[in-house]
């Protein structure tokens, strides 16, 4: 009994894993690059205003519902636990939070060369 209470507590302590997003990459030399990385938080029914980023962006929504249009690609809206890819060069062209009473999060990793503002206007 007091074995089997021991293996029972040791596999409930096993990690486990789930592939999230998958997508190539630019093909682009990463000297002198970095990434950063912010918690970014969006008030109920907030639209911001086109922009760019400087090389590549991975984004994460953390909580609630985004609905994201970047340049090329069709408007959708993303949920929390989906991911979104922004290639460099493009705009994003829309980045709203989908609901009129619950904020949304998302965690943004901005891949780029050292100094460059992280977003400018479109």
């Known amino acids: 009994m007091l074995l089997q209470s021991a293996v029972s507590q040791a596999q409930e302590k096993q990690s486990s894993s789930k592939q999230v997003y998958q997508h190539d990459l630019p093909d682009v030399t990463m000297d002198g690059w970095e990434v950063n990385v912010a918690e970014v938080s969006f ?6 205003k086109a922009h760019h980023h400087p ?22 809206t993303y949920q929390a636990g989906e991911m979104f890819f922004e290639e460099p060069g493009s705009t994003h062209e829309v980045n709203h939070n989908i609901s009129e009473s619950r904020s949304a999060k998302i965690l943004a990793m901005i891949f780029s060369k050292k100094g460059l503002p992280l977003t400018t206007p479109a």
């Open 43 to 48: 008030p109920p029914g907030y639209s911001g």
């Open 55 to 76: 090389g590549f962006v991975l984004v994460y929504v953390l909580e609630g519902a985004v609905e994201t249009k970047i340049s090329g690609l069709s408007k959708k």
